[in-house]
């Protein structure tokens, strides 16, 4: 079990720079002006995969939809799709639906004002509950993820793998004691900030810029490129899938994918797996049922990085006149505006409108 108990003196120096630098220039976001706890879970749930820049509008549009948690668990599932579609990891938003509902049941909507209480709702993780219990509630707790983790291993040089739990777990049990009893939300929050902001990933910390310089271990011996200590992850498998863009009478195929595995529930253009050829893929849709009415066209290649397997696609189109089991023929507007089509598929959706013309007009 890794021990930072011997590292507190050295952690102890940390608050006070840390926190002038945060009040002289932290970010001014929508979930630190306004820091109510609702907003604050979202936030951290959304920034759990995804960049401030990138998740901002995102919170923006949940949150004028869906402004209090009661409303969040009421929503249909469709449109809490559609307010989390391109972000990924559907399961958070999924989570978070269930933890508003058991908070609307148990607590009366509002978020309990407790580390554990918030621990135990679905969806939320030690670092989330640290989070909100200190942001939102003053409490003090420690947030300990990645960003923090590779801070503080460059600071004190550790040589713990970062991508372990019990790593994580005793580096928010030494914070714990070190943590300011009057701000935890705003030291936790500079953490991360120097994080996102100065001590970057990939051996490339903004080390001039960084207010924890006399501090940090790493940059004093010069080996900032040799921490955070990481075991390398597994290789993701590769997946190869052929991906259809069928269009009849101005209409587009989709198709809701199965209730479990990868994607579960979501919407998708239909596809098969294999990387199948032009000839290929007339047999593979005739087997379906599908009869296209003209030539297949090329809709080129993409390729789509999940955790555990990335997608390596070919896309072909056609317009057809058939039905099959399984398939909603859907107008562009209502794939754009209702349904929750994964960014796996970006690559394809870019070229619906052009397609539906294509074969349109050809048909006119
Ligand atoms: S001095 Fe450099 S390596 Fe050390 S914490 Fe600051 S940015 Fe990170």
Redo the contacts with the bound molecule.
């Keep these: 079990m890794p021990d930072f108990q011997k590292d507190l003196e050295a952690l102890n120096r940390i608050p006070a720079p840390l926190l002038r630098w945060y009040d002289a220039g932290a970010r001014v976001l929508p979930w630190r002006s306004d820091p109510q706890p609702y907003y604050v879970w979202l936030s951290e749930i959304m920034l759990q995969q995804t960049r401030v820049e990138a998740a901002t509008p995102y919170f923006e549009r949940f949150i004028a939809e869906l402004p209090s948690i009661a409303d969040l668990a009421a929503a249909p599932e469709e449109q809490l799709l559609k307010l989390w579609e391109g972000l990924g990891y559907y399961n958070r938003v999924r989570n978070l639906q269930k933890a508003a509902q058991v908070v609307t049941d148990r607590y009366g909507g509002q978020l309990p004002a407790d580390f554990e209480a918030l621990l135990a709702l679905p969806g939320i993780g030690r670092y989330s509950a640290g989070a909100i219990a200190s942001i939102a509630f003053g409490l003090p707790v420690p947030a300990v993820d990645g960003n923090v983790l590779?801070?503080?291993s460059?600071?004190l040089e550790s040589p713990e793998d970062i991508g372990r739990e019990e790593t994580k777990k005793a580096m928010g049990a030494a914070l714990e004691q070190v943590l300011p009893r009057t701000r935890p939300g705003d030291f936790n929050q500079a953490l991360m900030e120097?994080?996102a902001m100065?001590?970057?990933p990939n051996g490339a910390?903004?080390?001039?810029?960084?207010?924890?310089?006399d501090?940090?271990?790493?940059?004093r011996s010069g080996t900032?490129g040799s921490?955070p200590r990481k075991a390398p992850k597994k290789a993701r498998r590769m997946q190869e899938r052929t991906v259809f863009l069928l269009v009849r009478d101005g209409l587009v195929a989709v198709q809701k994918r199965p209730a479990s595995g990868l994607l579960r529930g979501l919407w998708e253009l239909p596809g098969t797996d294999g990387f199948l050829s032009q000839d290929e893929a007339r047999s593979y849709l005739a087997g379906q049922g599908l009869f296209p009415t003209g030539p297949l066209r090329d809709a080129g290649k993409a390729k789509h990085i999940f955790t555990h397997v990335e997608w390596r696609m070919r896309g072909w189109a056609a317009p057809v006149q058939s039905e099959a089991p399984g398939l909603t023929f859907a107008t562009p507007d209502r794939i754009f505006d209702e349904l929750c089509l994964p960014s796996a598929f970006r690559a394809y959706t870019g070229q619906i409108k052009a397609f539906v013309k294509e074969f349109t007009d050809a048909d006119s």
């Design positions: 590779r801070v503080l460059r600071v120097l994080g100065v001590c970057l910390p903004r080390c001039g810029a960084c207010p924890l310089q501090q940090c271990l790493a940059y900032t921490y």
